[in-house]
């Protein structure tokens, strides 16, 4: 029959069949192997003959190592500057440390604590000492592993209130528990909270999610039942119970004017969707959902920034599910038919290409609009197999235009931003043109502008693979989305595609005309082609002609239509005639300077913006925006050219010029964080990013964003006060017994531990005694002194053994024999540690903070499986 344990035995024999990791670094090998055999029965070991072989193991496998036994004594690079190098670099820091020492030395083993060593060890070795030592560490450093991942697991590291999955669960134990209450789920966003990032940086848009979880923390009290968190992104919820509905609205209410005086020359417009609780059974995953739909409503409305919940709103999800139930079954009976829009190139008024769109004709003829279930597809994940079968049917069609030897012209599809998650996505697409033997050419792609705000990191490197394939990438909806600028700096896009949405409702004054004029020569500036898409009218083809747009698509020219229409126009009827457009001029120097078009949308940039030009390692400032002015305090022209000399901090000033050669080097992007001094003294941080423009002669055209990060360094230097002012911070009382004859010790040890203990001394054995009785045995640490006249040391720690009130309470040895018989005797005793006199307060404080981490820890473990 097997043994049963209970759960505290079971965890204790998981922590030790459990196989850390121990890095020891010694110059000698019989050192090494020592440890080696001390070690190797509990711990995987791995081995370092130097400083630099210790470094190569930890690039390797840092992740993997548990402690690091280091000795300080090695050629070439001593043990002190390998532990300075782990002190500096972050991936290190929280590996434990023990230094190894051949004998006492006050000033070395202060360096090492400075340098963030956890430990000692002395040569010659004592197993039993090394394995205290180590399992010591390993307990301290798992402690503080732990400490993060629980509350990573239930709240949301930046506002510091609930995660979504802990309100949830603590939203169903509140309904449940008070299930006569009358409750109000609210769904809480803010309205256009990505321009607030965009416009101000995404530091402000924390401060304000900050702002946002403040509010309904102080706001708690007044409700007598409660739960909130943060959802994702700007997004909150919260639950309470209520009397009457004006309690709602109430909270609605001063919500909405809390934000107002939040202090940001922005309107700041939270939107709420509200849901009664009539149904306790629904999941609050539905809950959700349903004052989610009522959310809704808010868009668009400019009256009233609430809704509540009703059972029309459900009706949506109706028709959602109808499209989900049929879905499978439209892939598979092939309803899902490609429909192609022409582009055609203004110069010749011919076609060009053609864009590859996709319309559900289901079995009896109907026709869903792509606006139903697209959006469907690409909540529920369904949109993959649909981009993977629009790409395939459209190699397929190039194949057979191909095989019939009709003229190729290339066609777009678009990938979704679904889809751009798929890692395995260039193989994909790679496999479909190898398989029907297409050219990369013949296929370009489509992503939306927003797509790549979601993780532009992992979409430039899957970009750059396409193209180095050979296709060409297209952003569509160019100027629809915040960030536009910044995309075409961090991200290579061979086409830009506009809509010409962006023009309506635009008035007499020729502002949209302007930018939109302005944004095709930036484009030209960048060697990349522009599509105008949306073109209805004639005068918009005028318009967009006389601008040097190179390519448009539109209803003007033609609709999305079937396969065959398109065939038939393409082969048949390439060009479109239009008397109009085919006599305008488009003289490319008068497009670049005439009426500063380009000056315009550049100085009305929110963001600080420089054009730099670049030659033989000197920069020169050649235009800025009002923002740059804004930013450094100055609207002096010749103050800007003359400013990189003086105004960068010296011990910056390389970087930044290595930055810009870097640039230039490379033909790509770059950036760098540097001081800069204002002219009215003060200092600020900025942070540079860089994208290489053209070449001109000798000089290299150069743009520049300028983002002000000071209060993000300011802020993070605070946090990290903060952090360690939390660590060394004791919330409640602890009580430490100094046992030791000679008064002086005691003095000495109490001047060490006043702050962080309340000191109780004792001269003897038998007084300690008679105080921890008196104490009711609440005492958290003792320090005994062996040598003492009366009840010694010893004989106090068999009292000890032999009572249960005594015996988990933590007791450090005071001694002056530093002997390996010595510590073995300490441990023999049932001691925790020893402390050696004369006492060294870095010393002491680390051994003795080594046994209360230690003794924390194994009752949080034995509290938490004893639930």
């Not at 315009?600 to 923002?627: H, K, L, P, T, W």
């Not at 010790?745 to 000191?759: G, K, M, Q, V």
Request: charge should be negative; glycine fraction near 4%; include cysteine.
């Amino acid at each position: 029959m097997a043994e049963t344990t209970t759960n505290g035995e079971g965890l204790a024999q998981g922590l030790m069949t459990r196989k850390h990791t121990i890095l020891i670094v010694d110059d000698a090998r019989h050192n090494r192997t020592a440890l080696r055999e001390i070690l190797n029965d509990n711990y995987i070991v791995l081995e370092a003959e130097n400083g630099q072989n210790a470094l190569a193991v930890l690039e390797e496998k840092y992740q993997a190592v548990t402690v690091i036994i280091l000795d300080l004594i090695m050629p070439d690079m001593s043990g002190l500057e390998l532990l300075e190098i782990f002190h500096k670099d972050v991936r290190y820091q929280n590996i434990p440390v023990i230094a190894m020492l051949r004998g006492i030395n006050d000033e070395i083993e202060c360096k090492c604590l400075e340098y963030g060593a956890w430990d000692f060890m002395r040569k010659p070795y004592d197993p039993t000492i090394v394995r205290f030592r180590v399992k010591n560490v390993i307990e301290r450093s798992q402690m503080r592993v732990d400490d993060e991942l629980k509350y990573r697991a239930e709240y949301d590291v930046l506002t510091g209130i609930l995660n979504k999955s802990k309100f949830f669960y603590n939203t169903r134990n509140m309904l449940n528990i008070f299930g006569t209450e009358d409750f109000v789920f609210i769904r809480i966003d803010i309205e256009k909270f990505q321009l607030i990032n965009s416009f101000f940086g995404m530091n402000e848009g924390d401060n304000l999610l900050k702002y946002m979880a403040d509010y309904l923390q102080n706001v708690e009290k007044e409700y007598r039942y409660i739960t909130y968190g943060r959802i994702e992104a700007d997004i909150f919820a919260v639950c309470f119970s209520y009397d009457n509905e004006k309690e709602i609205t109430d909270f609605v209410k001063k919500f909405t004017n809390q934000m107002e005086k939040y202090p940001l020359d922005f309107d700041i417009t939270p939107f709420f969707g509200v849901y009664l609780v009539k149904n306790r059974d629904l999941s609050i995953n539905e809950m959700y959902d349903k004052a989610n739909l009522a959310s809704k409503n808010c868009k668009g409305n400019y009256i009233q920034n609430y809704f509540f919940y009703t059972k029309e709103m459900s009706e949506e999800i109706i028709k959602e599910q109808h499209i989900i139930n049929n879905m499978k079954n439209a892939l598979k009976n092939e309803e899902f038919v490609l429909y192609l829009q022409p582009k055609y190139e203004l110069q010749r008024n011919s076609i060009a290409g053609a864009e590859v769109l996709v319309r559900w004709i289901t079995a009896d003829g109907r026709m869903i609009s792509p606006g139903e279930f697209i959006p469907v597809f690409e909540r529920n994940g369904f949109i993959l197999k649909l981009d993977q079968y629009v790409w395939e049917k459209t190699c397929q069609l190039l194949a057979g235009w191909r095989d019939e030897g009709r003229k190729i012209f290339p066609v777009s599809v678009n990938i979704s931003r679904v889809s751009l998650y798929n890692p395995k996505i260039v193989d994909v697409i790679c496999g479909l043109t190898e398989k029907y033997n297409i050219p990369p050419e013949w296929l370009q792609l489509e992503l939306t502008e927003s797509a790549y705000t979601g993780n532009p990191k992992a979409i430039k490197e899957m970009m750059e693979q396409l193209q180095k394939k050979g296709f060409s990438i297209l952003m569509d909806d160019f100027g629809s989305g915040y960030s536009s600028l910044n995309v075409l700096k961090d991200i290579a896009v061979d086409v830009l595609k506009i809509d010409m949405k962006f023009l309506d409702g635009s008035g007499d004054d020729g502002r949209s005309e302007n930018i939109l004029a302005s944004v095709v020569r930036m484009a030209k500036w960048l060697n990349m082609p522009v599509v105008a898409e949306g073109a209805e009218r004639k005068e918009q083809v005028s318009f967009l002609h006389s601008i040097g747009c190179e390519y448009v698509q539109g209803y003007y020219f033609a609709r999305p239509m079937p396969v065959k229409e398109y065939e038939k126009l393409l082969y048949e009827q390439p060009y479109f005639e239009d008397d109009a457009t085919r006599g305008t001029s488009n003289d490319t120097n008068a497009i670049w300077t005439a009426n500063m078009q380009m000056e315009m949308i550049f100085s009305n940039m929110m963001q600080a913006a420089a054009i730099y030009e670049y030659s033989d390692g000197n920069i020169e400032v050649v235009r800025v925006n009002d923002a740059y002015f804004d930013m450094f305090g100055y609207h002096d022209t010749d103050r800007v050219h003359k400013e990189i000399e003086g105004s960068i901090d010296h011990v910056d000033r390389e970087r930044f010029m290595d930055t810009f050669a870097q640039v230039v080097e490379n033909q790509s992007t770059a950036e760098c964080e540097v001081k800069r001094f204002l002219e009215s003294g003060r200092e600020i941080w900025i942070k540079l990013r860089l994208k290489y423009i053209n070449r001109v002669g000798e000089r290299h055209i150069i743009f520049g964003c300028i983002d002000d990060i000071t209060v993000q360094r300011e802020m993070d230097n605070e946090l990290a006060k903060y952090r360690l002012a939390l660590m060394e911070e004791e919330v409640n009382e602890k009580i430490m017994l100094v046992v030791d004859d000679m008064e002086i010790n005691r003095a000495s040890l109490e001047s060490i531990f006043e702050t962080d203990y309340r000191i109780l001394q004792a001269g003897d054995g038998e007084e300690a005694l008679r105080i921890l009785e008196e104490q009711n045995y609440k005492v958290d640490m003792i320090l005994l002194d062996l040598m003492m006249p009366g009840m010694n040391g010893q004989t106090f720690m068999q009292e000890r053994k032999n009572d249960p009130r005594i015996l988990n309470i933590p007791v450090v040895i005071i001694t002056a024999d530093d002997t390996t018989e010595q510590q073995v005797l300490t441990m023999e005793l049932g001691a925790s540690d020893y402390i050696v006199k004369p006492f060294i307060p870095e010393i002491v404080t680390r051994r003795v903070q080594n046994v209360w981490d230690s003794t924390r820890r194994k009752k949080e473990v034995l509290q938490e499986h004893q639930k």
